[in-house]
């Protein structure tokens, strides 16, 4: 059997899902019948913002970090992220009993790095750019010893991933749509694999802010097109696809749709209001999509995952 | 068979939950490794917060309604309130058919006086006192004929309210406690009512606003004692007991508790950031005295109701 990281199998996201389980939740799928009327459509909504670390991004780190072997373990592991995988990584590593270093930008919201440090990260400061951020986490992993482990561009993040979509399928029989949030692919990877080998007839749909919309023009230009400067509210959105999410999103994604700024923040609300469950802006951009129209879901079955949780209370983006 | 209204009984529990199912949730029992490690205690949360119209008032209004004759229901029904209640029982109308005759102050909020109508009720304002409010309702019930369904003081809706703890105790294998909200004292004497038919070890706990504690005073004093001046966040917690919740609660209720606004905002604030659910400030005051030390819960499993989640997301009262 070939080590990972390598392209995920069926199998390897069964193993993954098995060996996960004891440190992640199975999250419950929920439905409401004001969103079943607004939609005409029978909904279901994978309320990932209930995973540990508040969101999906533990079943990746968790997964990542399982994967060590114990050299590698000990060294400890390093990322760059000022959100959820830095939460979800630091937790990962608590949990393995080794380190987790952390850059992050030194503009991340304080909320976000005490997250990280109540976890046991170690948190590295730079400017808020992508060139400095690499720069410094080439810097702490040649000082560590760490492996990096990134985002998303990592095919034992995106087997990781995958697991919430094979806990779907396993609860809804053969949904005919899986709308699935799109930042740097990871969980739209993922859930378009898993729904390729276990529900073949669905169609998974990414859903992009419009702020943040290369995954949109890649699709179409069949050609990664990296966006320059994200402008969004999606705070979890606004990376890049990349070399090993894009082929993957390229072969088993349906279609990609974007919704701005003011569709996110009002499917958002309604949630809040409607469900009384806290999703974060990134978590609200399927549902925005499904709401706009641009699909047509009468009498349909839809799956929506609600990808996060971690919201700034102090900051509500109505206010 | 008398028929109700009467004094609750384990057989009318059972035929409510019977009669009300079709109309209302059986609501989730969460739990929350953050809160078990904060309390060193096994904590299971009822979330009458995702109940139809966001609040456990739909059990006891649709029960109170089912129970009406062909004559009566023709007639509509009415109440006072400018809260859940006046929503559930607009709801409850609208499913068998009828009117709902909800006199409101005219400072209610925009948002609670939509939400009735969108229910189909319709409102008549009122002074925001006492005397006004039953001068308008009488007024009401004079020319319409509708059956006045009070809020918590009817053998009706505190049989309904009752439901809840029976799902709780079909769930949860004799807890050592359950923390229930106390305003007028329809959930509280339908919880210990509940748990001492069917769980007589569990010891049921009142939790009320040092703003509005006429339950606390009145349950130390063996006497009603009505409160005169409310003030507190809990805005669903501003009643006093009645005259038939108040000796129910006298019999079945091991002791009531008292916490302060700054208490409650700082439970409900913890409850969206780690639970990831909304609810109201009412619904926080359970967990405000969990979280206040004066039980110790050591080792203890413990059920706590989080009676409902209609907040207006305008007004945060951390912001």
């Known amino acids: 059997m070939i080590k990972p990281p390598h392209f995920p199998l069926a199998s390897d996201i069964i193993t993954a899902h098995q060996n996960i389980s004891a440190f992640t939740h199975r999250t419950p799928v929920l439905s409401s019948a004001f969103f079943n009327a607004q939609c005409d459509a029978s909904l279901f909504f994978k309320c990932e913002n209930f995973q540990k670390a508040g969101a999906f991004k533990s079943r990746g780190a968790i997964n990542a970090v399982l994967s060590l072997s114990q050299d590698e373990l000990e060294a400890g592991v390093a990322t760059h992220s000022s959100g959820n995988h830095a939460q979800a990584l630091a937790r990962a590593a608590k ?7 952390i850059v992050m930008p030194r503009t991340a919201p304080a909320i976000k790095v005490a997250a990280v440090k109540a976890y046991g990260g170690e948190v590295y ?35 990781g991933q995958a697991t919430a979509c094979k806990e779907i399928l396993e609860e809804i029989d053969s949904p005919d749509y899986i709308f699935c949030p799109v930042g740097g692919g990871g969980l739209l990877s993922g859930t378009a694999l898993a729904a390729a080998y276990w529900s073949p007839k669905t169609k998974v749909i990414g859903c ?11 699709f179409q230009a069949k050609k990664l097109i990296p966006m320059i400067k994200p402008e969004t509210v999606a705070d979890g959105l606004l990376t890049s696809l990349g070399s090993l ?4 999103i390229l072969e088993n994604v349906h279609a ?3 919704v701005n700024d003011t569709q996110i923040i009002q499917a958002m609300r309604l ?11 990134s978590a609200a951009v399927p549902l925005a999509v499904v709401l706009s129209g641009q699909v047509n879901l009468k009498n349909k079955k839809a799956v929506i995952i609600f990808s996060g949780g971690n919201v700034d209370l102090n900051n509500l983006l109505w206010a």
């Not at 992009?208 to 890649?218: C, I, L, V």
């Not at 949630?271 to 802006?281: C, D």
């Open 95 to 101: 949990i393995l009993g080794t380190k987790a270093y």
């Open 125 to 159: 400061f730079c400017e808020p750019n992508q060139e400095a951020r690499e720069t410094k986490l080439a810097e702490v992993v040649a000082k560590t010893g760490a492996c990096f482990i990134h985002p998303y561009n990592d095919y034992r993040i995106i087997t």
């Open 208 to 218: 992009e802010p419009q702020g943040a919309d290369d995954a949109f023009r890649s």
């Open 245 to 248: 999410t894009f082929p993957i």
């Open 256 to 258: 990609i749709f974007c």
């Open 271 to 281: 949630v809040w209001e409607r469900m009384k469950i806290i999703i974060e802006p």
